[in-house]
């Protein structure tokens, strides 16, 4: 595919007439061109032009491609040797969380799966037209904390200063540009990116290293034309190891088929109720995102109409099936974790109590072969099928299908790969593995064997199945090999923990609690595994809303979140599943104490549950395991202390304190009633203190203490006041980095004032105070609370200015 609109050297980019620049970014835009496209495009060519001239060597792209999150990138400048990843705001006065926010996650997605970007070094760039010039920390930009915040007049002094400061080897721009792009999607962006017209090629891997989604997609489409050509009845089964792309398989052959022929009415089935929540969800806001962007009104409700259709619950097709003997309308169905199917003893209790249907006596698998079966012609069956993944009561597992089909529906064809009968996550009757050989076709390809969920490292499914079978010695083997790629560290406090992942988290990367439903007592801790989530809110929603994963307050369990991924996990590990005298014990907690379990089948249920949940990271993971209390004879320590030693003696490493700089939660205070106006001090020279006016910060303990808002206001006055604070000080103290380290604010404590500003901004006092001639506004973002205290902060600076 063509990864730019437009790239070209910028010493032809300077000269080129605006025009044609602009004709050709029009010629490769797909959709209507609106007059807002075209002016910000203009805008980005005119600065673009003036603050390139003084950099003839280079490359130049407009619109540059970023398939996993089926996007692109304003502008790529390649200079050098470096590669600047540049988001414009044309017009804006200001740098948007938003904007530093995107073009972060277009750079970490060029770092972490754009081959050539790897080894050389990117920097994020926000180049808001009219904003005010912002002194930037380099460190936190080269981190990927925040990125380089520049305006229409100095963006080519920043690019300047980078490469003048940074040494590296002088990249090849069309080499850099063609280099192999390997993405890794999560489910929900690779949802989007197929729904918008995506396909699988574009947002899977290519490498030589894995069995890819390519592949499979393939072989299946393969068996679908041949049983459309030669009216026969086929069943596929797609395997592969957790994170492997099943779904991703699923929802691109349904979203293929449903295109190629609508005639085929594809569908993609889930029994997975918070899967099937989260994508019909995430399809509807992007559609609705998307139309209005190109200036067309859609409504949510049409958006989701469509979406519906395209995704729907495995249990509502079955009971629209239950009403009829007719054939469905759908030739083509995607059934993801068939593995979850219920047997014949749970669906005909289910269709006896909640359906009334007394003499109900089939298997779910074999029902829903039964009503495919109806069509007289052709159909195909896709089952995407998760081994050891069965985490609940009454689900059948491979064995069911296969048994249907040979009890019943065996002149059907059978598609399946050999690994199947080679592993006894899928099958364990051997005389099932038998008849399979004997009845059905091995393809290689319907195999997905390298996990992509976790594109840091494709042998953390294998670490897992290690650990969860008390494989010590290939365990130990299994960590040294994954530690660097993909972090995994334990600790004994949860606050540790999630400092832990507050400070991994870059751009819009998304953080959450999960943990094991069977984990009760966990709930001293405040982690309730009872109180459902709106899966919804918890995958899809942003930083500053409290229902989201990001606020680290709610706990997703196995039944939350199988099938999904989010990058970086705190598993909260509970009592029902723990290690002691070199065994793992199974445990239940009903009324007011833990009970045994004993039954094999409850046993391999819990210790999926917990397969599931350590695989759920992409990038990496925190395990918090409790102390656990003598005081409560429902968390002894021996719950806890054996599985904690087993995890820290495979050589996971221990966290025992905070390794980052707490991340206050930013909340909105828009609603905030004014604080009072500071009025303008009188600038003197004197740099004497008179004792009469110093503040007494020893006694702040006392009656007289201030609170921290007064005391910020008066001490700030009076150092202003005295002609106190240097240039040096105003330098650093309306840098965020400084204010960040020295006061634990999370913005800067002075901002310069501008001449549109109102006498009101938010997060800052009131009023425009005058420092040396010049105006600010003064932070009003002060806490003093036992869990965020920013008054020591605070004193030990004055103390230090005032040399008191």
């Not at 989007?192 to 290293?209: C, F, M, P, T, W």
């Not at 001293?524 to 606020?551: H, M, Q």
Request: hydrophobic share 35%; glycine share 6%.
């Amino acid at each position: 595919m063509q990864r730019a609109y437009y790239s070209n050297t910028i010493q032809n980019f300077l000269v080129e007439d605006n025009s044609k620049i602009l004709g050709e970014l029009a010629l490769q835009h797909t959709h209507a061109l609106e007059d807002l496209q075209r002016n910000a495009w203009m805008g980005q060519i005119k600065v673009l032009k003036n603050q390139l001239i003084a950099f003839p060597e280079g490359q130049v792209y407009f619109e540059f491609a970023i398939p996993r999150m089926g996007k692109r990138v304003d502008v790529i400048v390649v200079i050098k040797h470096i590669v600047f990843v540049i988001e414009f705001k044309v017009g804006d006065a200001s740098y948007g969380n938003h904007a530093i926010e995107q073009v972060i996650d277009y750079t970490l997605d060029l770092k972490n799966f754009h081959e050539g970007s790897h080894n050389i070094q990117l920097i994020p760039v926000v180049v808001s037209t009219h904003a005010e010039s912002f002194v930037n920390n380099q460190e936190d930009i080269e981190n990927y904390y925040t990125a380089a915040k520049t305006n229409s007049s100095n963006l080519g002094d920043y690019i300047k200063n980078v490469i003048n400061h940074t040494q590296g080897e002088i990249i090849n721009p069309l080499q850099w540009e063609r280099s192999i792009y390997k993405p890794t999607p999560t489910i929900v962006e690779a949802a989007q990116a197929l729904y918008k017209g995506h396909n699988v090629q574009e947002i899977s891997r290519s490498d030589a290293g894995a069995i890819n989604l390519s592949k499979t997609a393939a072989c299946l489409n393969r068996v679908i034309e041949d049983a459309k050509r030669n009216h026969k009845k086929t069943i596929c089964f797609v395997t592969g190891v957790p994170g492997a792309g099943k779904t991703l398989a699923g929802l691109n052959i349904a979203n293929e088929r449903m295109k190629s022929d609508e005639d085929e009415h594809a569908v993609f089935l889930s029994g997975n109720g918070p899967l099937v929540t989260v994508l019909r969800e995430a399809l509807t806001r992007d559609e609705v995102k998307t139309s209005r962007q190109n200036g067309e009104v859609l409504t949510k409700k049409q958006a989701a109409i469509k979406a519906n259709a395209f995704i729907q619950n495995i249990h509502h097709f079955r009971d629209d099936n239950l009403k009829t003997d007719k054939a469905p309308i759908e030739k083509v169905v995607v059934f993801d974790e068939a593995q979850r199917a219920w047997t014949n003893e749970k669906a005909s209790s289910f269709m006896k109590v909640k359906k009334g249907i007394a003499d109900f006596n089939m298997s779910e698998p074999e029902f829903l072969i039964d009503v495919m079966n109806r069509h007289e012609d052709w159909c195909t069956i896709v089952c995407l099928i998760g081994g050891g993944q069965e985490i609940n009561t009454g689900e059948a597992g491979l064995e069911a299908w296969i048994q249907a089909l040979k009890d019943r529906y065996a002149d059907w064809d059978i598609h399946f790969s050999d690994l199947i009968i080679e592993n006894n996550n899928y099958l364990k009757l051997s005389e099932t593995k038998e008849w399979l050989s004997k009845h059905a076709f091995k393809e290689k390809d319907l195999h997905l064997a390298v996990s992509v969920r976790s594109f840091r490292s494709e042998q953390l499914s294998n670490f897992v199945h290690s650990v969860l079978d008390l494989r010590i010695d290939l365990a130990k083997e299994l960590y040294q090999q994954i530690k660097n790629a993909f972090p995994i560290v334990i600790t004994r406090d949860l606050e540790v923990a999630k400092n832990w992942l507050r400070g991994k988290s870059k751009g819009s990367e998304r953080i959450g609690l999960v943990g094991s439903s069977g984990a009760r007592r966990l709930r001293p801790l405040g982690l309730d595994v009872k109180n459902e989530i709106d899966p919804a809110n918890w995958f899809l929603d942003g930083k500053d809303d409290v229902r989201s994963s990001y606020f680290l307050e709610v706990v997703a369990t196995e039944f939350d979140i199988q099938g999904l991924e989010i990058d970086w996990v705190c598993l909260t590990w509970g009592a029902d599943f723990y290690l002691g005298n070199n065994q793992w014990n199974y445990q239940k907690f009903k009324g007011a104490k833990w009970q045994n379990v004993n039954q094999e089948l409850a046993m391999s249920y819990l210790k999926n549950a917990y397969r599931v949940l350590l695989t759920r990271a992409r990038q990496g993971m925190v395990i918090f395991i409790p102390e656990g209390s003598e005081l409560d004879h429902t968390r002894p320590k021996t719950f806890y202390d054996g599985t904690y030693s087993y995890l820290t003696g495979l050589g996971i490493p221990e966290l025992k304190a905070k390794m980052f700089e707490d991340r206050k939660i930013n909340i909105a205070r828009d609603q905030e009633k004014p604080k009072p106006k500071i009025n303008r001090p009188i600038v003197t020279s004197k740099r004497t203190i008179p004792n009469q006016i110093k503040l007494n910060l020893s006694n702040s303990e006392g009656k007289e203490r201030l609170k921290i808002g007064k005391l910020v206001r008066t001490s700030m006055s009076y150092l202003i006041k005295n002609d106190l604070l240097t240039e040096n000080d105003l330098y650093l103290l309306q840098q965020e980095s400084y204010s960040k380290q020295t006061f634990h604010l999370q913005f800067p404590l002075l901002r310069k004032a501008l001449s549109t500003d109102p006498d009101n901004i938010l997060r800052y006092w009131k009023g425009k105070v005058e420092i040396k001639g010049r105006l600010f506004f003064i932070c009003s973002e002060w806490y003093e609370q036992p869990n965020n205290n920013d008054r020591p902060y605070f004193e030990a600076w004055y103390r230090n200015k005032t040399k008191v």
